[in-house]
């Protein structure tokens, strides 16, 4: 262990997405012991009790505290996950920043282009490598999908089809909490998986250029949460009081890459049936593929007319090897926030941007921009062009 780099761990917010990244820092020295990185969990704030109890207990960090700003301030803590609500995310990173500790800060990196843009550019000023939790650029076969589209296997790229459709919020009964709330979360749909969507779109095919959209809120008003603990799975009382849905249950876009492609782009939060189908297809001159997230480790490849072959997904595709021996054998979520984890520690010790990057997370928070205003005057809108450490095309 001597030889490795220790890098002390602080984590914002023991949540769901918090305890993912806390198994993540773990997973990473075991599934990379070549990396000459050792993670070390040293602080979690959190200002509910049962979520510094479980942060202590159960993930192993050595202290817990009820104020973010003691974790910024402990001289252990070299790096920080932030697992925040999006409405604190801008105010967290600032500190961070301000603290000079490079940052994992999961998605929508702000409540809008402005604060993910102001996060950005300080982070890329202050010379801090950055993650965002894009994870399922990550996956295996995404990265042999984008060899496939970027090599020429397909030909020249004529259209995409991003499709994220999910039924986390299809319960009319589902608890008004923040995440319907414009000032708290910003916009819906859009940021919360359309994001997902234009950044794996930007990373397998290139750049989108301009966009024009329509959005939809179809649930209207939601029952007041019961606690202020409550998550977007939780059940509001159906016969108390109700609140406004502020933000959007459903987004369509058309949009047109800067490499002559088109794109559609649709995604809801409360359609029935599809769980997580979180689907990306791209066609080419000569070809097509298609991934499924519900569908991880297997990818659809056409290069004739005689219709898609499905292959799994298995050593020599991303960092498959590094999971399971064999195709057949299968990869999960968490393992691309390991991958991701693994990223932002190496761009730590390496001190060049590997991780998908705040700058990535403005590039997608400007198509989420411009997708917005679009719904509002009916124009196509063009995309902003973002300046910094940009992944998706590296």
């Given at each position: 262990?001597?030889?490795?780099?220790?890098?002390?761990?602080?984590?914002?917010?023991?949540?769901?997405?918090g305890?993912?990244?806390?198994?993540a820092?773990?997973?990473?020295?075991?599934?990379?012991?070549?990396?000459?990185?050792?993670?070390?969990?040293?602080?979690?704030?959190?200002?509910?009790?049962?979520?510094?109890?479980?942060?202590?207990?159960?993930?192993?960090?050595?202290?817990?505290?009820?104020?973010?700003?003691?974790?910024?301030?402990?001289?252990?803590?070299?790096?920080?996950?932030?697992?925040?609500?999006?409405?604190?995310?801008?105010?967290?990173?600032?500190?961070?920043?301000?603290a000079?500790?490079?940052?994992?800060?999961?998605?929508?990196?702000?409540?809008?282009?402005?604060?993910?843009?102001?996060?950005?550019?300080r982070?890329?000023?202050?010379?801090?490598?950055?993650?965002?939790?894009?994870?399922?650029r990550?996956?295996?076969?995404?990265?042999?999908?984008?060899?496939?589209?970027?090599?020429?296997?397909?030909g020249?790229?004529?259209?995409?089809?991003?499709?994220?459709?999910?039924?986390y919020?299809?319960?009319?009964?589902?608890a008004?909490?923040?995440?319907?709330?414009?000032?708290?979360?910003?916009?819906?749909?859009?940021g919360?998986?359309?994001?997902?969507?234009?950044?794996?779109?930007?990373?397998?095919?290139?750049?989108?250029?301009?966009?024009?959209?329509?959005?939809?809120?179809?649930?209207?008003?939601?029952?007041?949460?019961?606690?202020?603990?409550?998550?977007?799975f939780?059940?509001?009382d159906?016969r108390?009081?109700?609140?406004?849905?502020?933000?959007?249950?459903?987004?369509?876009?058309?949009?047109?890459f800067?490499?002559g492609?088109?794109g559609?782009?649709?995604?809801?939060?409360?359609?029935?049936?599809?769980?997580?189908?979180?689907?990306?297809?791209?066609?080419g001159?000569?070809g097509?593929?298609?991934w499924?997230f519900?569908?991880?480790?297997?990818?659809?490849i056409?290069?004739?007319?005689?219709?898609?072959?499905?292959?799994?997904?298995?050593?020599?595709?991303?960092?498959?090897?590094?999971?399971?021996?064999?195709?057949?054998?299968?990869?999960?979520?968490?393992?691309?926030?390991?991958?991701?984890?693994?990223?932002?520690?190496?761009?730590?010790?390496?001190?060049?941007?590997?991780?998908?990057s705040?700058?990535?997370?403005?590039?997608a928070?400007?198509?989420?921009?411009?997708?917005?205003?679009?719904?509002?005057?009916?124009?196509?809108?063009?995309?902003?062009a973002?300046?910094?450490?940009?992944?998706?095309?590296?």
């Amino acid at each position: 262990m001597s030889d490795r780099t220790r890098i002390g761990v602080g984590l914002i917010s023991v949540g769901w997405m918090g305890r993912l990244h806390s198994r993540a820092y773990l997973a990473s020295g075991q599934h990379y012991p070549e990396v000459p990185v050792a993670a070390s969990l040293v602080v979690a704030a959190d200002p509910d009790e049962q979520g510094r109890r479980h942060a202590s207990d159960a993930l192993g960090y050595r202290e817990t505290v009820s104020d973010y700003r003691a974790v910024l301030e402990h001289p252990d803590v070299d790096v920080v996950s932030i697992c925040s609500p999006n409405f604190l995310h801008h105010e967290i990173a600032l500190a961070a920043i301000a603290a000079r500790k490079p940052f994992w800060i999961e998605k929508p990196m702000g409540r809008g282009v402005e604060e993910s843009r102001d996060i950005a550019q300080r982070a890329h000023s202050a010379g801090l490598v950055t993650s965002v939790g894009f994870n399922y650029r990550h996956a295996p076969a995404i990265a042999h999908a984008r060899e496939l589209v970027r090599g020429g296997a397909i030909g020249r790229v004529t259209n995409v089809r991003v499709a994220l459709l999910a039924d986390y919020s299809s319960d009319p009964d589902g608890a008004l909490t923040w995440r319907f709330s414009r000032d708290r979360a910003g916009s819906g749909v859009l940021g919360d998986l359309l994001s997902h969507g234009a950044d794996l779109a930007q990373y397998v095919v290139g750049r989108i250029a301009s966009v024009t959209s329509t959005t939809e809120t179809f649930i209207r008003e939601r029952p007041l949460p019961a606690s202020g603990t409550a998550s977007h799975f939780s059940k509001g009382d159906e016969r108390g009081p109700k609140g406004a849905v502020e933000n959007e249950d459903y987004a369509a876009i058309l949009a047109r890459f800067d490499g002559g492609a088109v794109g559609v782009f649709e995604s809801s939060r409360v359609a029935i049936g599809p769980r997580a189908e979180y689907v990306i297809e791209v066609y080419g001159t000569t070809g097509s593929v298609r991934w499924d997230f519900q569908r991880l480790n297997e990818l659809q490849i056409a290069t004739d007319t005689s219709g898609y072959r499905t292959i799994m997904v298995g050593p020599g595709f991303g960092e498959f090897s590094r999971f399971q021996p064999g195709a057949g054998t299968s990869m999960g979520f968490d393992d691309l926030k390991t991958i991701e984890a693994t990223l932002f520690l190496r761009s730590v010790v390496e001190g060049r941007q590997l991780a998908p990057s705040a700058t990535d997370a403005w590039s997608a928070a400007e198509i989420v921009d411009a997708a917005l205003r679009s719904a509002t005057s009916g124009n196509w809108v063009d995309v902003q062009a973002v300046t910094g450490p940009l992944t998706y095309d590296a």
